[in-house]
């Protein structure tokens, strides 16, 4: 699983008409295929064009492929031949437009059968009905390459631009390749069930891949594999000082990996790592973000404090590029080494800027690019095509009732708010059961709304700045406050929100060793606060933690290994607390003040759900827990309940797609849920670098 306090929910993968040639394809023949004379098939024939374009750079032969396949009887491969086609003349500037666009309306008028390809072939119109790019003098284009179930944008494009690397989250968290020339997906690695890896980055020549692993003793380490799959290595590893490993960027030789470190004091640093023994060389101590290579591996440019930095390789000197304040991100650096492609959001959105750059310093003002770029950056090929990742996340709190005695649905779920449909999360009802508070999210501010649920009249509450986050809200037991986790002073804290007034209190610190928001619950006398923290010892072992809020004492009730919830039972003497093992997901109730645990359920891995903690009825006669609906993984989960004092699950009546969150009405028959979906899609901006800044053909080894 993706550890809870950083997660990304992703959605998954759909075919469609790429950019490049496929990558480590197995292929099979058939008898008639497998004689010397045979010829290739259309498909094959279509990637050895496909190669003739992006990798050898020859657009006039990969024009004349195209335009053979597209008169041929296989229509999925002429609909995609023309579509190439169509790139190809773009690629070759202003005077070949028309072409292209000849091209992409034999697609649109010809192979409406051929739904993807005539989709894209519209969006290709369309950006040819747009702007210039105003860097280059030709079209700019931008065009979507991957959506669809299991899309996710903590991989990286190969420099030559035939596939991107990504984390298959709902196979086993592996590292995969998606070829995006065939839209098919393949993994690299294979995980067992308590490791993963997340960010990736594809090496300069395209047939190594560096990523962070998550090993089975709960620590990251940093690796390489092939693109084949064959001999992964660890290279970095620090149990006792690292938690957090992620790499960012390998130099242009290949001899150095770009990582963000954070230690096990929660301080970073940005560090190059030796892929040959794994040494390391500190760049810069703090967090940069993105971070990029200059093609002839001199400088690294990174965001700082608004600005664009160059960190020179030779003199080992931070110096400032361009004081841009409003920089969000360096997103590039062009092939030919003259510019750099950066977010700003100096215009009030957040753009895609250039600007033009010679031994390390600027050279004139920025350059408009592109509006609204948003979205995670996923790196540029040498042909100059910049990837990036857009994520369009969809939140919403539910309501639906309950069979108290069958647990069958007596109504469905349906918007908790119409007002903020999308835009909710955390749900939980108030100690008496009138209200509902939820989180909002808004762009990059989260507040609270309190919602009656006899009128269906809701107040946001006024809490200024909206330093809130996490997947945690809960309400204090006299129904005057809510605890929330945000930020007091610049610092991770538990915080409690007046309901009335919106006044904003810390209640608690959040300890260091807790990479992000942690979750956690409420006695119900309201003095004594429940959370979990990793021991600093051993990361993947817990310490449950009571901690006293009038005297901040606290007390250790349990350490054990994979804990990743805990709630608290309505009458405060017992706990339910679920834990990740190696094959299971465990559900154990024990007492609130510490002692002897007594399991409840035990959930194989393949259907358990780590996002959503069992929780108590409130007459306390049952804990209530998620289960992945079999052959689905746990996107679609049924909730279930067992006895408290132990028996056999029943399932209830109640299924939903993406559940995070579930909370019980006082009244035993309503349920308040909460589904996260992350639609992300990855695009490319294309034709947008000056005509000067192409590079070179370079052959791949």
């Known amino acids: 699983m993706k550890r809870f306090w950083t997660v990304v929910l992703l959605v998954g993968m759909a075919a469609g008409v790429g950019v490049t040639a496929g990558v480590g394809r197995?292929?099979?023949?058939?008898?008639?295929?497998?004689?010397?004379?045979?010829?290739?098939?259309?498909?094959?024939?279509?990637?050895?064009?496909?190669?003739?374009?992006v990798v050898d750079g020859d657009l006039k032969t990969a024009i004349d492929l195209y335009r053979k396949l597209a008169q041929g009887g296989d229509r999925a491969v002429a609909a995609k031949a023309l579509l190439r086609m169509g790139q190809c003349y773009e690629k070759q500037g202003d005077a070949d437009v028309k072409e292209a666009r000849k091209a992409y309306e034999q697609v649109v008028t010809e192979f409406g059968d051929q739904a993807a390809a005539a989709a894209e072939?519209?969006?290709?119109?369309?950006?040819?009905?747009?702007?210039?790019?105003?860097?280059?003098?030709?079209?700019?284009?931008t065009r979507r390459v991957?959506?669809?179930?299991?899309?996710?944008?903590?991989?990286?494009?190969?420099?030559?631009?035939?596939?991107?690397?990504?984390?298959?989250?709902?196979?086993?968290?592996?590292?995969?390749?998606?070829?995006?020339?065939?839209?098919?997906?393949?993994?690299?690695?294979?995980?067992?069930?308590?490791?993963?890896?997340?960010?990736?980055?594809?090496?300069?020549?395209?047939?190594?891949?560096?990523?962070?692993?998550l090993n089975t003793e709960g620590f990251e380490e940093l690796r390489i594999v092939g693109v084949d799959g064959g001999n992964p290595r660890v290279v970095y590893s620090d149990k006792a000082h690292i938690s957090r490993i992620s790499p960012i960027a390998w130099s242009p030789d290949g001899t150095y990996v770009?990582?963000?470190?954070?230690?096990?004091?929660?301080?970073?640093?940005?560090?190059?790592?030796?892929?040959?023994?794994?040494?390391?060389?500190?760049?810069?101590?703090?967090?940069?973000?993105?971070?990029?290579?200059?093609?002839?591996?001199?400088?690294?440019?990174?965001?700082?404090?608004?600005?664009?930095?160059?960190?020179?390789?030779?003199?080992?000197r931070e110096s400032v590029l361009s004081e841009e304040p409003s920089i969000r991100n360096v997103l590039g650096w062009s092939p030919d080494g003259r510019h750099i492609l950066f977010s700003s959001d100096r215009s009030g959105s957040v753009d895609a800027w250039l600007i033009a750059t010679a031994g390390g310093r600027a050279q004139g003002e920025p350059t408009f690019v592109k509006k609204d770029i948003g979205g995670t950056p996923l790196g540029l090929t040498r042909s100059g095509a910049f990837y990036y990742a857009v994520a369009n996340q969809v939140q919403d709190v539910q309501i639906a009732e309950l069979d108290p005695a069958s647990g069958a649905v007596v109504s469905a779920p349906r918007a908790a708010s119409p007002r903020w449909i999308g835009a909710t999360r955390a749900p939980d009802w108030s100690p008496n059961g009138r209200l509902l508070a939820y989180l909002l999210s808004r762009g990059s501010k989260t507040g609270v709304v309190i919602r009656s649920t006899e009128t269906g009249q809701e107040r946001e509450l006024p809490v200024g700045d909206g330093r809130f986050g996490g997947l945690v809200l809960r309400w204090l037991p006299d129904g005057k406050g809510i605890v929330v986790a945000g930020?007091?002073?610049?610092?991770?804290?538990?915080?409690?929100?007046?309901?009335?007034?919106?006044?904003?209190?810390?209640?608690?610190?959040?300890?260091?060793?807790?990479?992000?928001?942690?979750?956690?619950?409420?006695?119900?006398?309201?003095?004594?606060?429940?959370?979990?923290?990793?021991?600093?010892?051993?990361v993947i072992r817990f310490r449950l933690v009571a901690r006293d809020l009038k005297s901040g004492n606290e007390t250790v009730i349990s350490e054990r290994k994979?804990?990743?919830?805990?709630?608290?039972?309505?009458?405060?003497?017992?706990?339910?607390?679920?834990?990740?093992?190696?094959?299971?997901?465990?559900?154990?109730?024990?007492?609130?003040?510490?002692?002897?645990?007594?399991?409840?359920?035990?959930?194989?891995?393949?259907?358990?759900?780590?996002?959503?903690?069992?929780?108590?009825?409130?007459?306390?006669?049952?804990?209530?827990?998620?289960?992945?609906?079999?052959?689905?993984?746990?996107?679609?989960?049924?909730?279930?309940?067992?006895?408290?004092?132990?028996?056999?699950?029943?399932?209830?009546g109640l299924t939903v797609d993406e559940l995070w969150w579930l909370r019980v009405h006082p009244d035993g028959r309503r349920v308040a849920i909460g589904a996260w979906k992350n639609n992300i899609e990855i695009w490319a901006l294309e034709n947008f670098l000056p005509k000067a800044a192409a590079a070179p053909a370079v052959k791949a080894k």
């Open 562 to 652: 994979g804990i990743f919830s805990v709630g608290v039972a309505p009458d405060g003497r017992q706990l339910v607390v679920s834990t990740q093992e190696e094959k299971f997901q465990v559900v154990f109730v024990m007492p609130a003040t510490g002692g002897e645990a007594r399991e409840l359920v035990r959930i194989d891995a393949a259907e358990a759900n780590y996002r959503v903690p069992p929780s108590w009825t409130p007459d306390g006669r049952y804990v209530v827990f998620p289960r992945g609906q079999n052959g689905s993984g746990t996107r679609r989960v049924q909730i279930w309940r067992i006895a408290a004092e132990g028996g056999v699950p029943q399932r209830l």
């Open 487 to 538: 930020s007091e002073q610049g610092k991770p804290a538990l915080l409690r929100i007046d309901a009335e007034s919106g006044q904003v209190t810390p209640l608690m610190p959040i300890p260091a060793a807790i990479s992000g928001f942690p979750r956690f619950d409420v006695s119900p006398d309201g003095r004594t606060i429940f959370y979990f923290v990793p021991d600093p010892l051993d």
């Open 146 to 213: 991957w959506t669809g179930p299991g899309v996710d944008n903590d991989g990286h494009v190969s420099p030559d631009g035939r596939f991107l690397s990504f984390t298959d989250w709902w196979a086993g968290s592996n590292l995969a390749i998606h070829d995006l020339a065939t839209g098919q997906n393949r993994h690299v690695t294979r995980t067992s069930s308590t490791e993963e890896v997340s960010e990736s980055v594809v090496s300069p020549d395209s047939t190594q891949i560096a990523y962070n692993w």
């Open 258 to 316: 770009l990582v963000s470190l954070r230690r096990t004091d929660d301080t970073q640093e940005l560090t190059l790592v030796r892929t040959a023994d794994g040494s390391t060389r500190l760049v810069r101590e703090g967090s940069v973000g993105q971070a990029v290579f200059a093609p002839d591996g001199r400088y690294i440019a990174y965001g700082l404090k608004g600005n664009i930095s160059l960190f020179d390789m030779q003199t080992y």
């Open 26 to 53: 197995d292929r099979q023949t058939t008898g008639s295929q497998a004689g010397a004379g045979a010829q290739p098939s259309a498909a094959a024939r279509l990637e050895a064009a496909i190669k003739k374009e």
């Open 121 to 141: 072939a519209r969006t290709k119109l369309a950006a040819l009905a747009g702007t210039a790019g105003a860097a280059g003098g030709s079209t700019m284009t």
